[in-house]
C-alpha cells in the first residue's frame, strides 16, 4: 500500500509539474536517452539528417551509417521536497493537506526545472546581434529573420519554439502578426503556447533575464532527462529526535538539460554589439549598450584560437599582423550580445 501511495502522489505532482511549467516535455525538450539516470549520466542522441545516395538498378546503392552520434548528458540536478506537517503523523494526515503539499511542491519543482532550463539554453544559444533595440515596430521583423537563420541550418520548421520574457512579450502582443492561441487549432492550445508569430509557437517566460528578450529553437536538439530518485511520500518523523506527532512531505527530483546543436536555439539579446577597433597592435573594445556590465574576447593567431578572456580597459589585448579578435559584451545575468570582429590588417 505504501508503495502504490508513494506511485500516486509523484503522478500527482507530475502532472502539477506538468501543467505549471512554461518548458514543457515534447514540445521545448525532447526526453530522449539510453541508460538510467540515477547512474548520474545517461547517452543522449546528437539528431544528424541521413545520408541519401543514388540508387543503381543493376547494384544497388552505396551503403552508409546514419549520421548521428551519442553524447553525455550529466544529471546534475538534484533538488529534495521536504515540507514538515507539524501535528499529524503520516497516516493521519487530512487529505486536503497533502493535496496542498503536492501541488506546492509540483509548482516549487516546475519553477526550479524551467530556471535550469533557461541557463542551458542562455549558455548554448546562437545570439543574433542586434545594434538597436528591439521593439513592438521591428519584433516580427527579427523573428522573420531568426526563422530565416534556422532554415539555413534545415531546422525543421513544423515544432519551432519561441521563449519570450515578458516585456517583449507586450511587443508581440500589438503585433498585427500575432495571431492569439484562441484562434488556433487545439494541438497549439494543448502545448500551452500564448499563440503564433513568424512560425514559431509563442510562450511566456519568466524565467528569461530582462535582456534575453526571445530564445527561438526546436526540441530535437534540446534535451531533458529527469527521474524521482526517491518518490514523494508522506514520512513519519516521530524517530527524528526534534519533531513529535509530525510528518512530512519528502521527494527527491533529479535532471539534467543538454542542447546539442547551437545553431538550433537562437537567441534575440537586449545586449547590444558592441565595437572593437585595432591601432598599433593594440585592441580596444568599445560598449556601445547601457546594461553591458563588461565584455569578453579571444585572438586567433594562425590557425588556432585562443581561450574567451574578460576585457580589461586598462590593460587592453595586443595582436600581430593577421590575427584576428572577435569581442561580444554581457550583462549582470550573463546575457551575451553577438559577437563582432576585427582583424590586424
Given at each position: 500500500m505504501a508503495?502504490?501511495?508513494?506511485?500516486?502522489?509523484?503522478?500527482?505532482?507530475?502532472?502539477?509539474?506538468?501543467?505549471?511549467?512554461?518548458?514543457?516535455?515534447?514540445?521545448?525538450?525532447?526526453?530522449?536517452?539510453?541508460?538510467?539516470?540515477?547512474?548520474?549520466?545517461?547517452?543522449?542522441p546528437v539528431r544528424g539528417n541521413a545520408q541519401v545516395v543514388s540508387y543503381d538498378k543493376q547494384n544497388g546503392a552505396t551503403k552508409s551509417f546514419t549520421n548521428g552520434s551519442y553524447d553525455t548528458l550529466a544529471i546534475d540536478k538534484d533538488y529534495a521536497v521536504n515540507e514538515v506537517i507539524d501535528g499529524y503523523d503520516a497516516a493521519a494526515v487530512p487529505d486536503n493537506i497533502v493535496a496542498n503539499r503536492l501541488d506546492a511542491a509540483g509548482e516549487?519543482?516546475?519553477?526550479?526545472?524551467?530556471?535550469?532550463?533557461?541557463?542551458?539554453?542562455?549558455?548554448?544559444?546562437?545570439?543574433?546581434?542586434?545594434?538597436?533595440?528591439?521593439?513592438?515596430?521591428?519584433?516580427?521583423?527579427?523573428?522573420?529573420?531568426?526563422?530565416?537563420?534556422?532554415?539555413?541550418?534545415?531546422?525543421?520548421?513544423?515544432?519551432?519554439?519561441?521563449?519570450?520574457?515578458?516585456?517583449?512579450?507586450?511587443?508581440?502582443?500589438?503585433?498585427?502578426?500575432?495571431?492569439?492561441?484562441?484562434?488556433l487549432g487545439d494541438t497549439v492550445k494543448q502545448t500551452g503556447a500564448v499563440g503564433m508569430i513568424a512560425g514559431f509557437m509563442v510562450f511566456e517566460d519568466a524565467t528569461l533575464p530582462a535582456h534575453a528578450n526571445v530564445i527561438c529553437g526546436h526540441k530535437n536538439w534540446c534535451c531533458r532527462v529527469k527521474e524521482w530518485a526517491v518518490n514523494v511520500h508522506l514520512q513519519s518523523l516521530d524517530g527524528s529526535g526534534t519533531y513529535i506527532g509530525a510528518s512530512a512531505v519528502q521527494g527527491?527530483?533529479?535532471?539534467?538539460?543538454?542542447?546539442?546543436?547551437?545553431?538550433?536555439?537562437?537567441?534575440?539579446?537586449?545586449?547590444?554589439?558592441?565595437?572593437v577597433a585595432i591601432a598599433s597592435h593594440t585592441a580596444t573594445v568599445t560598449l556601445t549598450s547601457t546594461n553591458?556590465?563588461?565584455?569578453?574576447?579571444?585572438?586567433?593567431?594562425?590557425?588556432?584560437?585562443?581561450?574567451?578572456?574578460?576585457?580589461?580597459?586598462?590593460?587592453?589585448?595586443?595582436?600581430?599582423?593577421?590575427?584576428?579578435?572577435?569581442?561580444?559584451?554581457?550583462?549582470?545575468?550573463?546575457?551575451?550580445?553577438?559577437?563582432?570582429?576585427?582583424?590586424?590588417?
Open positions: 508503495v502504490a501511495l508513494q506511485d500516486r502522489y509523484s503522478k500527482l505532482v507530475e502532472a502539477k509539474l506538468a501543467a505549471e511549467i512554461v518548458q514543457k516535455d515534447g514540445v521545448i525538450w525532447n526526453n530522449d536517452y539510453e541508460g538510467d539516470p540515477k547512474a548520474g549520466a545517461v547517452k543522449i516549487g519543482l516546475a519553477l526550479q526545472q524551467n530556471t535550469d532550463g533557461t541557463v542551458e539554453l542562455l549558455d548554448k544559444a546562437t545570439v543574433a546581434g542586434q545594434s538597436s533595440a528591439t521593439s513592438k515596430s521591428n519584433i516580427y521583423e527579427r523573428l522573420v529573420d531568426i526563422g530565416t537563420t534556422m532554415s539555413k541550418d534545415y531546422v525543421p520548421k513544423t515544432g519551432r519554439w519561441a521563449l519570450v520574457n515578458p516585456d517583449t512579450m507586450a511587443f508581440i502582443r500589438k503585433s498585427a502578426e500575432f495571431t492569439a492561441a484562441s484562434q527527491r527530483r533529479i535532471y539534467g538539460h543538454k542542447v546539442t546543436n547551437s545553431k538550433a536555439v537562437v537567441m534575440d539579446s537586449g545586449v547590444l554589439l558592441p565595437t553591458a556590465t563588461g565584455a569578453k574576447y579571444r585572438i586567433k593567431h594562425g590557425d588556432a584560437w585562443g581561450n574567451w578572456t574578460t576585457y580589461n580597459g586598462s590593460s587592453k589585448p595586443t595582436t600581430q599582423a593577421g590575427d584576428t579578435i572577435e569581442v561580444y559584451g554581457f550583462d549582470a545575468d550573463g546575457v551575451r550580445s553577438g559577437i563582432v570582429s576585427q582583424i590586424d590588417s
